[in-house]
């Protein structure tokens, strides 16, 4: 009996021993798991962009760029604390394999799947261009190229090619005829294809079948149309006097008497700091120099605004065939028709500068 007892006790105490170890097991277990997902969370909510004070800024991630390049991107501008864990992250959401070039804004504190969310899906920025007030094709393909990825060599490249342009019904001296002034939005990675495939939908847009008709009561191309209108544009900052204006260049179009605009000699100077158009800028050969020519330049002079370009469509109907800047220098004119009354005109526009000493 002693014996048995004896036994019984030994094997309690093994059951205790055994109850304990399973115990600390489950313990550890407990806390490996708990460990594991502090971690997994930490992971997915950390924060682990620094901007050092700045709320938000902008990150680009260049057409061609894989996940390492984005990584030490991120790493070399100070951005990212966590670089373990961002990688991790990027890996698990298979990021690593699916990099999206773009604009993308990072604000102070964003967390570590905010800012894997938002690279891997191509949640990027759009940038918002301003396309108007430009004289040439080169001065346009800068202004893009300072604001999108594709640079302005490579846009230059496609404004001179003929062979290109021509799917458009373009040439390189009438490209500025497709670009319709406006605040546009494209993705920072927006090719050069991509941006004439858009300029050319809101050409389209624009060029509506009634403009279209009004163009060919003028017996004048779109590309003619905007032509003329650049001229408007130099002419004037009166809209409500572009259609005077408009009409007097049809006139001398239909009698095919040289136009004689001076900004078109501006123009063909390269000269924009020219005040005063004398007799010797007139003498320049240029295609663009309409006191030599006979009919419109080879293509715009200026990005026209729209206004100038339907007060071309709209033009007044009227027997003027001169004009000359009013003496009261208020931006207005003065219309003639007859050579006679213009040059009355032009004396007196002349001796107001000559009183300012303007030359």
């Known amino acids: 009996m002693a014996t048995a007892g004896r036994r019984s006790g030994c094997f309690n105490w093994l059951t205790m021993a055994n109850k304990k170890r399973l115990y600390l097991v489950a313990a550890i277990m407990v806390m490996l798991v708990s460990f594991t997902v502090l971690w997994f969370y930490a992971s997915y909510t950390k924060p682990v962009i620094s901007l050092k004070g700045k709320k938000s800024c902008y990150f680009y991630i260049h057409t061609g760029s894989g996940f390492a390049a984005v990584k030490d991107s991120l790493v070399k501008k100070g951005f990212l604390t966590d670089p373990e864990k961002f990688e991790w992250l990027a890996r698990r959401k298979q990021y690593d394999q699916h990099v999206k070039p773009g604009r993308y804004r990072l604000t102070d504190g964003m967390r570590n799947n905010a800012l894997v969310n938002l690279l891997r899906l191509g949640w990027q920025e759009p940038v918002r261009i301003i396309i108007q007030n430009v004289r040439t094709s080169a001065e346009l393909a800068g202004k893009i190229g300072r604001q999108l990825e594709v640079d302005s060599t490579s846009l230059g490249k496609m404004f001179n090619d003929r062979g290109y342009l021509s799917r458009y019904g373009l040439s390189p001296p009438t490209l500025l005829a497709l670009f319709i002034p406006d605040t546009y939005e494209f993705y920072w990675n927006t090719s050069g294809e991509q941006l004439f495939r858009r300029m050319a939908q809101e050409y389209e847009r624009f060029w509506t079948p009634r403009r279209r008709e009004l163009a060919d009561s003028l017996h004048l191309t779109v590309a003619e149309v905007v032509t003329l209108a650049s001229i408007v544009e130099k002419e004037s900052n009166k809209t409500d006097e572009k259609p005077l204006i408009a009409g007097v260049y049809l006139n001398r179009l239909k009698k095919q008497i040289p136009l004689q605009?001076?900004?078109?000699?501006?123009?063909?100077?390269?000269?924009?700091?020219?005040?005063?158009?004398?007799?010797?800028?007139?003498?320049?050969?240029?295609?663009?120099?309409?006191?030599?020519?006979?009919?419109?330049?080879?293509?715009?002079?200026?990005?026209?605004?729209?206004?100038?370009?339907?007060?071309?469509?709209?033009?007044a109907n009227h027997s003027y065939y001169y004009f000359c800047a009013k003496e009261d220098l208020s931006g207005y004119h003065n219309f003639a028709a007859d050579l006679e009354a213009h040059n009355r005109n032009a004396r007196k526009y002349q001796d107001a500068l000559n009183k300012l000493n303007i030359k």
């Open 261 to 315: 605009a001076d900004p078109t000699v501006i123009y063909a100077w390269n000269d924009y700091r020219i005040k005063r158009v004398f007799k010797a800028h007139t003498e320049i050969k240029s295609p663009y120099n309409t006191y030599y020519h006979t009919g419109l330049p080879p293509g715009p002079i200026c990005l026209p605004s729209t206004a100038s370009v339907d007060a071309v469509l709209h033009a």
